[in-house]
């Protein structure tokens, strides 16, 4: 299978980028896509699209996200991650339990969260990340994001410093580097991010993800084995199941009415099992959202 979804484990010390670049060499095809970065710090579960499932990341880059992090409270960075410089102490030491499981609560559903100045987003065209880089002044609005749940593993006292192992469900676009930053400052301390794996994202878990090797070094490296394209749809989306008939008219762009209910947003299947399309139902009648290939498709 030539085309699929990868789930990746990616290791800490590389970027994303890197993770498709041996993803490509490994599967033997330059069209490989993500659906969402993690920083080089950062390690855990990186969605990848092979070929023609390259269409599917669309549908997966909103997906509620979850990570495991640890939160150092007493040092502040300018990057948010210890990734950054230090750019402000402060002896953390008489913040209480109580005052900590407080914070927490403060930024737990919905809230408005600033992303960080060395995040992605682009300013008039530019990386926020550059920008700030290049010593220029970055201010980013603040925007809505959902915290489903924010929960304290463990809490680790050392001296002037706190380190909290914590587990975060969220929305898509969440920072947890921010949530670090604003913890901190919520208990006057400042705070940072030392540690982040991502665990989730949406129904696919890194416990079923594979690490990539580095075909560089490993020539004999085989590829990985991809999710079938159906099997992610099906995992995602109500399912629609096509007949023969069905199936060659809308490779055909033609008009399909089927027998099922209203759905914004379904996987069509053909007999074979194969993903057809993506589809909105309406009163019996599909209407294509996303099209792909099947080999049971003739002409």
């Known amino acids: 299978m030539t085309s699929g979804i990868l789930l990746v484990d990616k290791p800490q010390g590389i970027t994303s980028h890197d993770v ?28 990848l699209g092979a070929d023609s499932s390259t269409r599917l990341l669309t549908y997966l880059v909103g997906l509620d996200k979850e990570y495991t992090a640890t939160i150092r409270l ?7 991650d210890a990734e950054g410089e230090a ?9 209480t339990d109580g005052a900590i499981a407080s914070g927490i609560a403060a930024l737990t559903g919905r809230i408005e969260q600033r992303p960080s100045v060395y995040s992605a987003i682009k300013v ?6 550059d920008r700030a880089r290049a010593g220029e002044e970055v201010e980013l609005a603040a925007r809505p994001v959902t915290i489903h749940s ?31 930053r604003d913890l901190g400052a919520g208990l006057g301390v400042g705070g940072h991010l030392t540690a982040l794996r991502r665990t989730r994202i949406g129904p696919f878990d890194v416990a079923d993800a594979v690490e990539l090797p580095n075909p560089r070094e490993d020539p004999d490296a085989v590829a990985p084995e991809l999710l079938d394209p ?10 629609i199941r096509l007949d023969a008939e069905a199936t060659r008219d809308i490779a055909h762009g033609k008009r399909v009415e089927v027998d099922a209910p209203d759905a914004a947003l379904a996987a069509a299947l053909t007999p074979e099992g194969r993903l057809a399309a993506l589809v909105e139902l309406r009163r019996g009648r599909l209407r294509v959202l ?10």
Request: hydrophobic share 45%.
């Open 87 to 95: 750019v402000a102490t402060r002896d953390a030491s008489p913040v």
């Open 290 to 299: 996303l099209g792909l290939p099947t080999q049971e498709v003739l002409p």
């Open 74 to 80: 007493g040092v502040a960075t300018d990057t948010d």
């Open 230 to 239: 159906a099997e992610v749809a099906s995992r995602l989306f109500p399912v």
């Open 20 to 47: 498709v670049a041996r993803a490509r060499r490994l599967l033997g095809t330059r069209k490989v896509g993500h659906a969402g970065t993690l920083d080089p710090m950062a390690t855990g579960l990186l969605l």
């Open 124 to 129: 008039d065209g530019r990386r926020a990340y």
């Open 150 to 180: 924010f929960e304290l593993l463990e809490t680790r006292r050392a001296g002037e410093v706190i380190d909290l192992d914590v587990r975060v469900a969220c929305s898509s676009g969440t920072y947890i580097r921010a949530l670090a």
